[in-house]
């Protein structure tokens, strides 16, 4: 059978969370991209290689905890860029 898709008349993207592993519509998720200087920056028009993560605090640790985002991003993170990038997140995640 064909046209699960038409049934709310929508399609969102499903990405995975680089944090928990969990699949999750990409509007719930930060988008990851890699800078000039090898630094984690959330861009959310950004193109190319990325990487997504849920706006969790738990999330941001599991990432942290992390050894193979390579995977996501085609090279590897040092985990300086990847606190660096979680205590900018922290600062603007407020409520
Ligand atoms: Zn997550």
């Not at 898709?5 to 699949?23: I, M, N, V, Y």
């Not at 630094?39 to 992390?66: K, M, N, T, V």
Request: net charge positive; proline share 2%; hydrophobic share 30%.
């Amino acid at each position: 059978m064909i046209g699960a898709a038409s049934a709310s008349g929508e399609h969102r993207p499903q990405r995975t969370c680089l944090g928990c592993g969990d699949k999750d519509d990409q509007i719930n998720l930060i988008r990851i991209t890699i800078g000039a200087d090898g630094e984690l920056i959330s861009d959310p028009r950004g193109y190319g290689r990325g990487g997504y993560l849920h706006h969790r605090h738990d999330c941001w640790q599991a990432f942290l905890r992390r050894k193979n985002t390579h995977r996501a991003f085609r090279v590897n993170i040092g985990k300086e860029a990847k606190q660096k990038f979680i205590q900018i997140l922290s600062e603007g995640y407020r409520e």
